[in-house]
């Protein structure tokens, strides 16, 4: 299916339905007094958020969305039928717009999350609550007002723990077709990814994380050239970003780590352009395709120093999976420490005592305490940055 992340449409809220005058009038009963029942409440229109949808590209084609009007009401004490709601199912990360205004109105981040996107109005009051001591047969009622009509934009976000960052053709793809259960179209030309994928990387039966492999960037794309401008918005949402290089060159006399070093300072230059939460993000540089490159460590050795790089460094080959093991370990183990010491800020925020937890040091998940390299599933990766 296509990839749909952003789509704008307009939700109607029912009228209510007006509130009815009506007397009592039946045999040997004069004088029945008043009898009109309410209006009944028009339809709304509400969102959840489904963990089974994948795309906004329902909403491409369903722009608007009506619901029905609440019924009149009538005499004998009717009250008029509520008008049926109307609930949009979205995917989980979907953000909700005013398209008139920008605004950011709703931010639909976990599975079940459930929004009013357009109340129903209220139904009118019949001639029934009009009765009083001096007023025994009231001629008047209310009208049911008007549901509230938005125009509303719907831009989804992608929900991963791990971003993959890199040039086009870099090896994004394969890796991630290596790593979990997303199968993305590769092929040996740029631009092979025209939507993001989402994959889950499966350790135990009890570990797993989300890596979405985002297409290409290129410079200039904060200002939109390519097309991985359309969704750098999707790694704001990442842990960490993992910076894919080809340290590659089908020509010998070609000095691919200076090129490989020139692309990866447009990238960073790329995300402090776009946002600068994006570029403060942890990173990890995974330098990809060692299998065709005669001394990995001397190749990672001269990047590291043409670009000042003291963080994380794996070296893969994504295509034969050798060093994807190790880097896959390393990414879970840092994760689980990240969501662990987030779990007990939440707890001291919220006032809760958190008794310590001796599998949890803090300093240990220092990005100065981790090494670099590939050497196996002990090698721990931190969050240093260029």
């Known amino acids: ?58 909403f491409r084609y369903a722009r608007l969305h009506r619901a029905k009007n609440g019924e009149n009401g009538r005499g004998s004490d009717q009250y008029g039928a509520a008008g049926a709601d109307i609930t949009l199912r979205v995917p989980v990360g ?76 870099a090896g994004k793809s394969t890796l991630i077709s290596k790593v979990s259960n997303a199968r993305p179209k590769i092929a040996d030309y740029p631009f092979t990814t025209l939507h993001p994928n989402l994959g889950v990387v499966r350790t135990s039966e009890s570990r797993s994380f989300v890596i979405a492999d985002i297409p290409g960037l290129i410079e200039g794309a904060s200002e939109g050239a390519g097309l ?12 960490v970003l993992l910076h894919i290089i080809d340290v590659s060159s089908p020509d010998p006399e070609f000095d691919a780590i200076e090129q490989a070093a020139a692309d990866a300072r447009a990238i960073v230059e790329e995300l402090r352009r776009y946002d600068a939460s994006l570029y403060e993000k942890p990173r990890w540089l995974v330098l990809n395709k060692l299998d065709m490159v005669e001394d990995p460590e001397a190749a990672q050795r001269r990047l ?34 990240e969501k662990q010491r987030e779990n ?36 721990r990766a931190g969050t240093d940055r260029q």
């Open 1 to 58: 299916m296509k990839f749909v992340d952003e789509a704008t449409i307009e939700v109607i809220a029912g009228k209510g339905g007006n509130g009815a005058a009506s007397f009592r009038r039946e045999k040997f009963i004069p004088k029945g007094g008043p009898d009109g029942g309410d209006g009944g409440r028009g339809g709304s229109i509400f969102a959840v958020a489904d963990r089974n949808i994948n795309t906004l590209v329902d």
């Open 228 to 239: 991985g401008h359309l969704f750098l918005r999707h790694l704001s949402r990442t842990r």
């Open 304 to 337: 590291c120093e043409l670009l000042g790089w003291e963080g994380p460094v794996y070296t893969i080959s994504a295509m034969t999976g050798e060093g994807t093991q190790a880097l896959v370990w390393a990414l879970q183990d840092w994760l689980d420490a």
């Open 94 to 169: 979907t953000m909700i717009h005013d398209a008139e205004t920008g605004e950011l109105l709703h931010d639909l981040n976990r599975h079940g999350q459930k929004i009013t996107l357009a109340a129903g109005g209220q139904g009118g009051l019949g001639n029934l609550h009009f009765k009083s001591s001096t007023n025994r047969a009231p001629r008047q009622s209310t009208p049911g007002k008007e549901g509230e009509q938005r125009r509303l934009r719907l831009e989804l976000k992608v929900l991963a723990d791990v971003g993959l960052l890199g040039m086009p053709n």
């Open 344 to 379: 007990i800020e939440q707890d001291k925020l919220a006032g809760v005592h958190v008794e310590d937890d001796p599998r949890f040091d803090p300093e240990r998940h220092q990005p100065e305490d981790f090494q670099s390299g590939d050497s196996g599933p002990d090698d």
